[in-house]
């Protein structure tokens, strides 16, 4: 179809899709078509939410170019309150009949808001890393790009386990929340069949602040090993305490799921040698679709990317090349579109799988350099492990609807 006809065919969808405003002369200026990003930009992850709404905007401005429609983007503040953020959505989708959302710093949230926008028929894509947004929970309007808690231990604590194979003796500090739980499932899991002890774990509430007594018993199991369970500035948190305690003079310590840059960054470069992290996108990734983000990123910003922003923008390439597929923005032919579509990504080839709606990719684990050894301010790690690991697809437990 020539692009006059295909804008010709995708207005005539508008209606249906949603959420489109200003359908005008599409001649003279493309119709928008809205998406909202349900974050938190308060609350205890808002330090997160920030950047992926930088990523969701970045996103929506660069492939909104090759798209028949601008992808007309707006956040909505969850307030890191799963019961707001759906209340938020459910609003967006009855007044303003959007149907197509991107992004999210709470598995909590994600779950939530993905079954709301699947009773409405429309598109979500997260980066949620519980393994049910995939798995018992799954749905057909939900799709995820980063790796789930499975994939992102197995890819984190079992080479270090390999790495390290004195090291036996294992303690978790984990966030009592659907995220933080996975992540401990999956360690324990790894650890017992590692051959290794897990010695203790110490759980902390969502609003929690203060770590100094989770340290205190963790020192006390004289484990060879401290694991962090948890996300955003608490991970900040656990590993300062940790540090302030001097506890990476006689343990590993690891925290499998980072935000990466940022919270090097928030960490210092005088406190990053020998910490090992979990992580899903560095940004010194040689693929061509890293490149070009790079390009864009550096338009606007100085420093490097970090991965919440990388996320977002990843998130909206999915539904960006959804629509491009289907040419289309009915949210039913996008979602037929997305399953089982492969696209240069951040990461390189990038496939979502049709079953389960999980985008198939690496995940990394790197180790904190020395000062001295950094070749500029942003070179904290080296990628010391990658891979792809993730569930065959009927021990997920998604039976899509």
Known sequence: MKRRQVIQAIASALPIAGGIYSPGVIAQSKPKLAVRGPLSMSGP???????????????????????????DYATIDDQSDPGKGVRKVVEAIEVDKVRFFSGTTNSASALAVGKEVYKAGGVYVNQAGADSVTGADCNKSTFRWPVATF???????????????????????????????????????????????????????????????????????KPDVLCI????????????????????????????????????????????????????????????????????YAEKNKNKPPYAVASAYAAMQMIAEGIKKANSVDPAAVIKAMEGLEYEGLTGKERIRAGDHQVLRDFYLMKGKPKSAMRDA????????????????????????
Request: aromatic share 12%; with cysteine.
């Open 45 to 71: 992850f808002a330090s997160v939410g920030t950047l992926v709404h930088e990523g969701n905007v970045l996103g929506a401005e660069f492939f909104s170019r090759s798209l028949p429609v601008t992808m």
């Open 229 to 296: 369970l948890n996300f955003g500035n608490q991970t900040l948190e656990v590993i300062r305490a940790a540090l302030s305690f001097g506890m990476s003079r006689n343990a590993i310590i690891i925290a499998p799921w980072s935000t990466g840059l940022d919270q090097f960054d928030a960490l210092g470069a005088d406190n990053m040698a020998g910490l090992y992290f979990g992580g899903l996108y560095w940004h010194d990734l040689k693929t061509p679709g890293n490149q070009q983000f790079l390009r864009l």
């Open 151 to 221: 994939g992102c231990v197995e890819q984190s604590v079992r080479p270090l386990i390999k790495m390290n194979p004195q090291a036996k003796r294992w303690y978790t500090i984990t966030g009592q929340y659907v995220f933080g739980e996975a992540l401990l499932a999956n360690t324990k899991r790894v650890l017992a069949e590692s051959g290794c002890e897990h010695v203790g774990n110490s759980y902390h509430s969502i609003a929690e602040r203060e770590f100094s007594g989770y340290l205190a018993s963790a020192l006390a199991a």
């Open 378 to 401: 942003a070179d904290y790690v080296d990628v010391v492990s990658s891979g792809q690991s993730f569930l065959p697809l009927e021990q997920t437990g998604c039976r899509m609807a």
